[in-house]
Every structure is written in C-alpha cells, then in structure tokens.
C-alpha cells in the first residue's frame, strides 16, 4: 500500500486565512507518498504566495469547483486523488486510513466524515447542524476515489455550480460501485457570518436547477426544508444545545426564503 500514490487536489479563492492551516496537514500525513495539488481561480490575496511554500504544484484555474477539481485530477500523478477545501485540516494518519479503507474492502470512492468546528454564534450553529448529518447518505459525499474510477465516471459535472458533490455521488451508485467512508475525520472550520451564510444559499438556489433536472427523484428528497429529517433524528444533541438550535432555525428559515428567491430569479 506504500507504493500507492495521493494527490491532494485543493480548490482555492482567496483563501490566505485558511491555507496554511490547510497545506500545513496535508505535509504532516504519516502516508509516504503524497503530492499537494493546489489549483487557485484567480485570487485577489495572499493565497498562492503561501501555498508555495508548501508545494509547487500550483495551478490558475476558473471558474468554479467543478472545473478546478477536474483540471487538478487531469493533471496529478497519484493512484488515488483526495479533494478537500481550504478551510478543512485533516488528522495526520487520514490519508493512510483512507488508503487502507480503499483497497481491504476493494472500494472506488470514500466518504470522509466531517468534523465541523466553529468561532463565533453562526459558525457554531452551523457546526451544530452539520455534526447531525453524518451518516446521512442524502447529505454525505464522497471525497476520495481511484484516479482511474473518477476519470472513468467523467468527474465532477464542470456544468453544475450547486450540488457537484450530490451528482457524483448518484453517478458513483449508477456506476454499480458501493461508497465506503473511513473512520477518520476532516475538521472543517466554520467562519461565515449569517448574511453570507444566507447569500450562500440564495446563490446556489439560483444554480440548482440543473441538478434537479439531472437527477429530479433524488432532488426532491435532497431539498433543504426548514427541518431536515437528520435533525429531528437528533433531536438528543439539539436539546442539549438550545441556543445553537434556536440559531440553527433562524438560520434555516432565513436560508429557505433566500432559496425560493433565488429560484424566482434562476440563471
């Protein structure tokens, strides 16, 4: 397994708060042999100047995830490619799991869980939200694949600005091929404000419509409703958090009148 080679592919944007954080566990990994593929559209800031000098596999790549991600897997050189983001820090011994996790259970794609972690009232909410979706195969995608397996199934959509990672993961399934996840994490550090959380979701209503008509079953039990069934599942966890619950409300009916006003004005 030692002779297996990762490509760490990381989309970047004006990301200088959180690339260091980010490349500097990417080089802390306990797995040998890695390449650090950072692929940046454009940034206003300090992004590259940092990241090189943690890696010189930069690239200039736009215009969205998709596009970026797709051109990092085009051009690494690993057996296995794990995409995360700038704002994610991973354990030391994650990619290791997540290579043995691959080829002792003969799997093509993993879900890495997330470990959000939060500064600040809404990061916190957030966090709170999302520690209930693990395990929600309707939420979870998958993060690691089989270089081979990811080319074969086309990558990600570079047609689709919202829900990328939902698409490949029906296209995985249509595939015939099981996702697995490890039991390691990636912490994800959470730092929107409110408004920008709510402009998150009015963006990506906008943009949402193409996946809908790609996948419009699937969809339709994907959309976020005020509620989402994984969190009355744990409801345990909401009460023992009261005020980030209240949040996590405020939040979700703010974010639902932004999504059906970005539907109103789709693109």
Not at 9 to 16: A, D, G, L
Not at 100 to 114: D, R, V
Not at 146 to 163: R, S, T, V, W
Not at 186 to 212: G, M, P, R, T
Request: with cysteine; hydrophobic share 40%; charged share 25%.
């Amino acid at each position: 397994m030692k002779n297996l080679k990762v490509s760490i592919i990381i989309p970047t944007k004006n990301e200088q708060n959180n690339i260091s954080r980010c490349l500097k566990s990417c080089i802390s990994q306990n797995y040998p042999s890695l390449e650090i593929i950072v692929i940046d559209n454009y940034s206003a800031d300090r992004t590259l100047d940092i990241a090189q000098k943690f890696t010189q596999n930069l690239y200039l790549k736009g215009n969205e995830r998709s596009a970026q991600r797709n051109f990092g897997a085009a051009v690494a050189s690993g057996d296995f490619l794990l995409f995360i983001d700038a704002d994610m820090t991973m354990e030391e011994d994650l990619v290791a799991s997540c290579i043995k996790t691959a080829i002792n259970n003969k799997l093509k794609a993993l879900i890495i869980p997330e470990n959000p972690k939060g500064n600040g009232f809404w990061a916190n909410c957030i966090a709170l939200e999302r520690k209930c979706y693990i395990g929600d195969d309707t939420i979870e995608a998958p993060r690691f694949f089989e270089k081979d397996f990811f080319l074969a199934i086309g990558g990600y959509d570079k047609n689709l600005i919202a829900a990328e990672d939902w698409d490949i993961t029906q296209r995985v399934k249509q595939s015939g091929f099981i996702t697995g996840r490890t039991n390691k994490y990636l912490d994800h550090n959470e730092k929107n404000s409110f408004w920008e959380l709510v402009k998150k979701k009015y963006y990506y209503a906008q943009n949402i419509s193409s996946y809908a008509k790609k996948h419009p079953k699937t969809f339709i039990k994907q959309m976020n409703l005020i509620f989402r069934p994984a969190l009355l599942r744990n409801w345990k966890l909401l009460l023992k958090n009261p005020q980030y619950t209240l949040g996590i409300l405020i939040l979700k009916v703010a974010q639902s009148m932004a999504g059906l006003i970005g539907i109103i004005n789709i693109k």
